[in-house]
């Protein structure tokens, strides 16, 4: 087991003003696992990424991440799960215009800590599995949406973090880009020798289909789900 969350709660505001946002999650993630995490806007499930992905955190609970307990800790006392856990995809690709694709990976190495040398040959590996070789000395505006994505990618695995969180990844892309992306992702996951797992928040019911595994946050809790109960079409209750 790659990730485990027990009991996760988390709430903003207080008194007439406190929401409730995530109410006692219990979810799982398997080594090599790629999991659809869906629900209505407002449901939590940024929140719940940030949490797991140390960004934020929760008010009860507890994380298990390879190893690493933590879940009640603000940011500041979880840099290592950042640094070497976890790695972020967003809807928006957040590279710097006027570096290369290589620089793009080199200098988000550089900035967790690693020589110089050493993020050069980690982001070269990086751009050769997400399928961007020839496109290393590339800046942004000369590369396509799907391309640029990728860049980021190989920016998030770079590190050789086992758990990656997407964040609607394919969001600013078209169809054929987006399964490129899908199919990268499902890549990564099946490579025995990373043993990556990827949790991926999405609205896509396509994309939510195809991966391992579907899981509903609704009412701040995480069931299982398949597209039909992710979309209210089950005859069950609705969002």
Request: glycine share 12%.
């Amino acid at each position: 087991m790659l990730l485990e969350v027990h009991g996760l709660r988390k709430s903003f505001g207080s008194g007439s003003r406190r929401l409730d946002v995530l109410k006692g999650v219990d979810m799982t993630l398997d080594q090599g696992e790629l999991v659809a995490l869906m629900g209505p806007s407002g449901s939590g499930k940024s929140t719940l990424l940030n949490i797991v992905g140390g960004l934020l955190a929760g008010d009860e609970g507890a994380i298990a991440l390879d190893g690493r307990d933590y879940g009640l800790k603000g940011p500041a006392s979880v840099v290592d799960v950042r640094r070497e856990k976890v790695g972020w995809i967003f809807q928006d690709f957040h590279l710097i215009d006027g570096l290369t694709a290589l620089d793009n990976v080199a200098f988000a190495l550089e900035v967790a800590g690693m020589g110089g040398k050493e993020a050069e040959q980690r982001a070269v590996e990086a751009l050769e599995r997400v399928g961007l070789a020839d496109r290393m000395g590339h800046v942004p505006e000369q590369l396509s949406g799907g391309q640029q994505q990728r860049v980021a990618i190989a920016r998030a695995i770079a590190g050789d973090r086992r758990l990656l969180l997407a964040d609607e990844p394919t969001g600013n892309l078209d169809l054929a880009s987006a399964a490129e992306v899908l199919e990268l992702f499902k890549s990564l996951c099946a490579d025995p020798k990373r043993g990556m797992s990827i949790l991926m928040v999405t609205h896509d019911p396509d994309l939510a289909s195809k991966a391992d595994r579907m899981l509903l946050l609704r009412d701040g809790q995480t069931v299982a789900s398949d597209i039909r109960s992710a979309w209210g079409l089950d005859g069950g209750e609705e969002e």
